[in-house]
């Protein structure tokens, strides 16, 4: 059974730090690996998406990177921004085409 | 496209009652997906469809939940009898079909059962 992972759970920074999240799987087979962010009370948006055969995406600031055989993932944010606080979460989708998320990093980015 | 769109927004019932959440996939999408989202359990998959049938239910908590999906652009998720805990916001989300597709999600549906 796929389990997803994220470190650490909750990050407060300065703003104009550089700054990484973490996320690892169980099962390697996984097709890709999506990045959300959500806002408090609203839904998820998508920011990056990896696919199995890639070592990274990049978005404006947002870099993300993908082990697949050691299981794991970074998001690193350049820079950080107020308007950069957020839960992030991570997910995989896997063989059964299911979309299994993290627990989420929550970011707080004080001015 | 609007993207995802989920009705109502919010729903406040009383224990016992009959919750219906309904949800408009992207155009085109032929994945859809249930999802609910607590404090304490995170976001959990609870159904998905591929071309409008069932494909994994294994995450419905129990038989009180039932979801449909008679057509391609609309989905419902009913909950007969609602219970306090079933007080969660669920979110709905679509893809075209394929493992390598990106997700899409809706607003959600705020559900407070009292």
């Known amino acids: 059974k796929q389990e997803v992972t994220q470190i650490p759970a909750a990050l407060s920074v300065p703003e104009g730090e550089n700054l990484v999240l973490n996320c690892s799987f169980t099962?390697?087979?996984?097709?890709?690996l999506q990045w959300f962010r959500q806002d408090p009370g609203k839904g998820l948006t998508s920011l990056l998406l990896i696919q199995s055969s890639q070592r990274e995406q990049t978005s404006g600031r947002l870099n993300a990177s993908l082990d697949k055989s050691s299981g794991r993932s970074t998001l690193y944010i350049a820079a950080s921004q107020s308007g950069d606080s957020a839960t992030y979460l991570c997910?995989?989708?896997?063989?059964?085409?299911?979309?299994?998320f993290g627990t989420g990093t929550r970011l707080q980015v004080f001015p | 496209d609007a993207g995802v769109i989920q009705s109502p927004r919010h729903e406040v019932t009383e224990m016992g009652q009959e919750v219906t959440l309904r949800c408009k996939p992207i155009s085109g999408h032929n994945s859809l997906f249930w999802y609910r989202q607590t404090m304490m359990r995170g976001l959990e998959l609870l159904i998905y469809?591929?071309?409008?049938?069932?494909?994994?239910d294994s995450g419905m908590p129990e038989d009180r939940f039932s979801a449909k999906m008679p057509n391609a652009s609309f989905s419902t998720l009913k909950i007969q009898p609602s219970e306090p805990r079933d007080s969660a916001v669920y979110f709905c989300?679509?893809?075209?079909?394929?493992?390598?597709?990106?997700?899409?999600f809706g607003q959600g549906t705020r559900l407070t059962v009292v």
């Open positions: 989300a679509s893809s075209l079909l394929g493992f390598g597709t990106e997700a899409f």
């Open positions: 099962d390697s087979a996984i097709y890709n």
């Open positions: 469809f591929n071309n409008n049938v069932p494909i994994d």
């Open positions: 997910a995989v989708r896997s063989d059964t085409d299911k979309l299994i």
